[in-house]
């Protein structure tokens, strides 16, 4: 709200002040009503806070379907990105959201090929990416290291729009990477570095554009907030740091914890071991356990200079943090409502999968990276 519109005010508040009953007018209505054209992107939800602060005006950023429906009033002439977290409200029984903008002139498609097709002139549009998380976001860039298909980038959308907003008048495009700061609020390091880097091809997407006007484009890249207080310096490595560890990680927090909550319901507790998972965290981590012959070869040829010796021995799990990954291997094999909910529970895994948050602690702290 600060960003968009001039005035802050508290926390959770969209374009409202702090008694909730005052509408700011934001920068994308005002460039709206001065002829310019006006698109929105972002990598989470496209009713979510960062978004809406440039079209809504609510009293709480979790009235998703109000939201919504400001976005269908609101005559801007993109959106592109996330989908919509409550297309038929709260209780899913109000009228469809996307219904609700076609009758208001908007196209909506959700293919890639719409999405790459899309040509200047065709009117009003929202751009659902094709593949889409739980939360109606982007999947997060590092999974393509797995194979998985993201659908269309964020780059690849910020392209898009200037494309089709490119006009005359000239135009107001926002464009968040919002997934950088969820990653960041479970802590995981090498998925919000990926997500960073994937936000810095779509500022350089801007960048192209400005070489062509340089003397009438402003491009502003700010930070709202940072959600895990990450630090570079650890004091288990003597405040060294070795980014390299964080390479072999080929998938985020979110899409491991689907693997280890489908291994508890095959399982169950009582039939569950920590040694099922080793090769599966190896696989997605590099984090593994090796025998005293192997690690002694290891350190033998890690001595005489050998980089990649050097840096699987830094991967390869101590003693210690493998009694870290049994404990918290033990609590996710726990049903999630029914694990302890005290404060040294949340102080370790702040309410995400116990052991994919201890994996990826390991492995950020072996890399130099701490968090607050």
């Given amino acids: 709200t600060a960003m968009a519109s001039g005035h802050k005010t508290n926390d959770g508040v969209i374009n409202m002040d702090p008694q909730k009953k005052v509408k700011y007018k934001g920068i994308g209505e005002?460039?709206?009503?001065?002829?310019?054209?006006?698109?929105?992107?972002?990598?989470?939800?496209?009713?979510h806070a960062t978004p809406a602060g440039f079209y809504a005006h609510q009293p709480s950023r979790n009235n998703y379907y109000e939201i919504a429906l400001e976005l269908t009033e609101s005559n801007f002439d993109f959106f592109g990105g996330g989908g919509f977290k409550q297309p038929r409200g709260k209780n899913n029984d109000r009228p469809d959201v996307l219904e609700i903008a076609k009758s208001k002139g908007y196209k909506v498609i959700s293919t890639a090929e719409e999405i790459r097709n899309l040509k200047p002139g065709e009117g009003k549009v929202i751009a659902i990416n094709p593949v889409l998380d739980k939360e109606k976001a982007l999947p997060y860039a590092i999974n393509a290291l797995r194979g998985q298909d993201l659908g269309v980038s964020l780059a690849e959308f910020t392209r898009?729009?200037?494309?089709?907003?490119?006009?005359?008048?000239?135009?107001?495009?926002?464009?968040?990477?919002?997934?950088?700061?969820?990653?960041?609020?479970?802590?995981?390091?090498?998925?919000?570095?990926?997500?960073?880097?994937?936000?810095?091809?779509?500022?350089?997407?801007a960048i192209e554009f400005y070489k062509k006007h340089p003397n009438e484009t402003v491009i502003i890249v700010p930070g709202d907030h940072e959600c895990g207080g990450m630090t570079i310096g650890f004091a288990g490595t003597r405040y060294e740091t070795y980014f390299d560890i964080l390479a072999p990680q080929r998938t985020s927090y979110d899409e491991f914890t689907k693997i280890v909550d489908k291994y508890r319901k095959e399982h169950g507790p009582e039939n569950a071991k920590l040694e099922d998972l080793l090769p599966l965290i190896k696989e997605n981590f590099g984090l593994e356990v090796m025998e005293d012959k192997a690690r002694e070869e290891l350190e033998k040829k890690a001595k005489e200079g050998d980089k990649e010796a050097a840096r699987r021995l830094h991967l390869v799990l101590?003693?210690?943090?493998?009694?870290?990954?049994?404990?918290?291997?033990?609590?996710?094999?726990?049903e999630k409502e029914k694990r302890p909910k005290d404060e040294r529970t949340y102080l370790l895994y702040g309410g995400y999968d116990p052991l994919t948050v201890t994996i990826t602690s390991i492995l950020n702290q072996k890399a130099g990276i701490g968090w607050t």
Avoid: Q, Y
């Avoid at 929105?40 to 939800?45: D, F, M």
């Avoid at 101590?318 to 996710?332: I, N, Q």
């Fill in 160 to 205: 898009k729009a200037i494309e089709l907003l490119d006009n005359p008048k000239g135009f107001l495009l926002m464009v968040e990477g919002g997934k950088i700061g969820w990653a960041c609020h479970a802590n995981d390091g090498a998925t919000a570095i990926h997500d960073t880097i994937d936000f810095d091809k779509a500022v350089a997407e």
């Fill in 30 to 47: 005002m460039a709206r009503d001065k002829g310019l054209k006006v698109g929105i992107i972002s990598s989470v939800s496209i009713d």
């Fill in 318 to 334: 101590t003693k210690e943090e493998l009694e870290d990954l049994g404990r918290a291997f033990a609590l996710s094999m726990v």
